[in-house]
């Protein structure tokens, strides 16, 4: 049974230049869709994705990129909200376009980040008052 | 005459602030928030609930610029007299006494390149220092003095806690405005601006009250809120020490004399040793400037019927008007274009122009609620008097503008 993970790959500079996206198709047989990416040669870089296979395809993918002095957050996305930061005020709503920020309860109007719709387009940074949304680099 | 009086006395039932007391400090008062009050004298009736409600709490959560406090540092070996101050690269005010100084909400971080990049990121800033410095933490003084034989010294760098101050007095002279704007952009560009990041061509609309929990919107004629009011500003013990600037009591109001545009405002002092963080947060607003956002809570003494009835206002029956941050607002044209209850705005969407805009706000409802219970329960609890207001607000106070004549000839 095949199963997804969300995973963010940290490159350092020396990283950068390996076709490592390529690898995890061609070699562990694995399914990629990429929410974000900044992977220029010569700089670090990251790459958000989600990579879809059978378990032991995705443990023997994390074995080798682990050789690669890369960093993998697991199910960890780009974005970081602060729970303890959040005021619950809403400015972050309007611009959030998927909903990942919402109000939970239309009664106590407290806010809620579903991290699973979060795209990752960082919208809400600028826009949080009280800096509880934070880039994870 | 006077029979008229007494047999109007004997219908309608008043209490006094000292009755009202006397039942909280013996831990009997019936205290409801400006939420429970609503259904409350629905389900009894006002009269009924007018003789069992003796307190109602109200509330509000969300950017207040007009604060700051006075530190006093206390003073060093061989003494100073302070005429330059920056708290973690924040100026200060220092043109008082010796090591008294006022740190203000808005002051930018030293350097900081505010709009020079636009849109400016306003990290960090006075609301911040204030932000640190109630959580406890350290932060960094720098001083400097022309020096003086009295005071000889010139200059001083160390890290102090609020805990080494002598006082830390917060006195904020306008929070707590009764009604508030709501925003919009009707250009084709984003702007930033104090009431957030607003979109092109009315894609968004913010506003910022906490509408029914709201103290001034619970208390809309100022019958019971005056100078001397006890408030919880932050977790403390605070008071209404006048009224706040830019207080406008002419103005134009709803039916049920509710404003429908900004009105009443409070200037309030607390003590800063006993807040509580979680109430006085450092805010950014990207391509604005910085400021703090602050908990306050307001309880309001039922002493007749009417002020109960004021106290079950709700989100439908209070009004804000529309405002073009984009052009009206600055040039101050005085043009608006339209009118929205917080029901509707608290829906999310409304329909303005034609065009179905999604609103947002500034002001956290959620912490304005959790500020009504907490006050609720300190003044159940026994341990919140309330004290009556030693003066009035001006009730027909209209506002001024700045008319730029040049300089006299
Ligand atoms: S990064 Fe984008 S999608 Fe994710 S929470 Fe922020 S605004 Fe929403
Ligand atoms: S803008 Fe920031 S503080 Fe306000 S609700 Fe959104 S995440 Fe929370």
Redesign the pocket.
């Known amino acids: 049974m095949s199963i997804t993970k969300k995973i963010y790959l940290y490159f350092p500079k020396s990283e950068t230049e390996k076709p490592i996206v390529y690898q995890l198709v061609k070699d562990f047989n694995l399914i990629i869709n990429i929410f974000r990416a900044k992977v220029t040669p010569e700089e670090e870089g990251y790459l958000s994705l989600d990579v879809t296979g059978q378990e032991a395809d995705i443990e023997r993918a994390f074995a080798y990129l682990s050789t690669l002095e890369v960093v993998i957050h697991v199910g960890n996305k780009g ?1 970081r909200w602060d729970a303890e930061r959040c005021t619950h005020c809403g400015a ?1 709503v309007v ?4 909903g ?2 919402a109000f939970a309860d239309t009664a106590t109007r407290r806010l809620a ?1 579903t991290e699973d719709v ?7 940074i600028p826009a949080c008052p009280f800096g509880a ?1 934070s880039s994870s680099f | 005459m006077i029979f008229v009086i007494l047999f109007a006395g004997t219908r309608t039932m008043s209490k006094s602030y000292q009755s009202i007391n006397e039942k909280i400090a013996a831990g009997k008062a019936v205290v409801l928030t400006a939420e429970e009050v609503i259904d409350y004298v629905d389900r009894k009736g006002l009269e009924a609930a007018a003789k069992e409600v003796d307190v109602v709490t109200t509330a509000t959560f969300g950017p207040m610029c007009s604060s700051g406090c006075f530190l006093n540092f206390g003073h060093s070996k061989p003494k100073m007299r302070i005429t330059e101050a920056w708290i973690n690269d924040v100026q200060a005010y220092c043109g008082i006494a010796a090591v008294d100084v006022y740190l203000g909400a808005t002051q930018l971080r030293h350097n900081d390149p505010a709009n020079m990049y636009h849109p400016g990121e306003f990290r960090y800033g006075g609301g911040h220092v204030i932000e640190e410095l109630v959580a406890g933490k350290k932060v960094q003084l720098f001083a400097l003095s022309y020096g003086t034989e009295d005071y000889p010294r010139r200059e001083i760098r160390t890290m102090v806690a609020i805990d080494d101050l002598n006082q830390a007095i917060m006195v904020n002279p306008r929070n707590c405005y009764q009604n508030y704007n709501v925003a919009v952009n009707l250009s084709d560009k984003r702007i930033y601006t104090y009431m957030g990041i607003l979109k092109a061509r009315l894609r968004s609309m913010t506003y910022s009250s906490a509408g029914q929990l709201s103290p001034l919107l619970n208390d809309p004629l100022y019958q019971t809120i005056g100078v001397g009011s006890s408030v919880w500003l932050a977790g403390a013990r605070g008071l209404v020490y006048s009224q706040g600037t830019q207080h406008t009591s002419l103005v134009e109001r709803s039916e049920n004399d509710v404003p429908v545009e900004g009105a009443g405002t409070l200037a309030l002092s607390a003590n800063m040793k006993e807040m509580l963080p979680e109430f006085v947060r450092g805010v950014s607003l990207q391509g604005y400037g910085v400021s703090l956002a602050l908990g306050v809570g307001v309880p309001i003494p039922i002493l007749n019927v009417d002020i109960l009835r004021r106290t079950t206002v709700r989100d439908s029956e209070i009004y804000a008007t529309v405002m073009d941050y984009s052009e009206d607002y600055p040039q101050k044209t005085g043009k608006t274009l339209g009118r929205f209850s917080y029901a509707e705005l608290r829906s999310g969407q409304v329909e303005l122009l034609g065009k179905k805009v999604p609103v947002t706000s500034l002001s956290s409802y959620y912490k304005a609620l959790r500020i009504c219970e907490l006050l609720k329960a300190e003044i159940q609890s026994g341990s919140f008097l309330l004290s009556e207001p030693s003066q009035p607000l001006p009730a027909a106070q209209a506002m001024r503008g700045l008319e730029c004549v040049g300089p006299e000839r």
């Open positions: 974005l972050c611009h959030c376009p998927t990942a920020l980040f979060c795209v990752e387009c960082h919208a809400c949304c």
